[in-house]
């Protein structure tokens, strides 16, 4: 753990978690483009998020990590409603807004999950969180 609290970048064999930490901007950055109603037909681009997200997970280092690993689990879950919610939105055209609604949820949980991961592990990305905010 490095100081101020923050879990370290460095990993127990010495080396850097810059790709966990690209991937995860990369899948973040993608779940922050879906802006409007009708991004839910978009939910293609969502194919092997989860996979990615999994992954990033298991390259954190373990030790102080607990809750790193449990946010990242729950923008797995959240990207899976998500798809879910894209599904309903095909099959049932009544429901269509609510789908949308669900599926606009989803996706900004599983960024904000993603984002306080980041956060975490880099605290220069509080800027973008600001950014964010100020869209």
Do not use: W
């Amino acid at each position: 753990m490095s100081t101020c609290g923050r879990i370290s970048l460095i990993g127990h064999d010495g080396r850097m978690h810059a790709d966990a930490v690209a991937v995860l901007r990369e899948v973040r950055d993608l779940l922050a483009s879906f802006r409007t109603p009708s991004c839910i037909h978009r939910v293609d681009e969502l194919e092997g998020v989860t996979d990615k997200i999994t992954s990033c997970a298991t390259e954190l280092p373990d030790a102080d990590a607990e809750h790193l690993h449990q946010r990242l689990a729950s923008a797995v879950k959240a990207i899976q409603k998500a798809e879910e919610a894209a599904q309903s939105h095909r099959r049932n055209r009544l429901t269509r807004p609510i789908s949308q609604a669900r599926f606009a949820l989803h996706t900004g949980s599983a960024m904000g999950a993603i984002q306080v991961v980041l956060e975490e592990l880099d605290p220069s990305e509080i800027a973008y969180r600001d950014k964010l905010r100020d869209q």
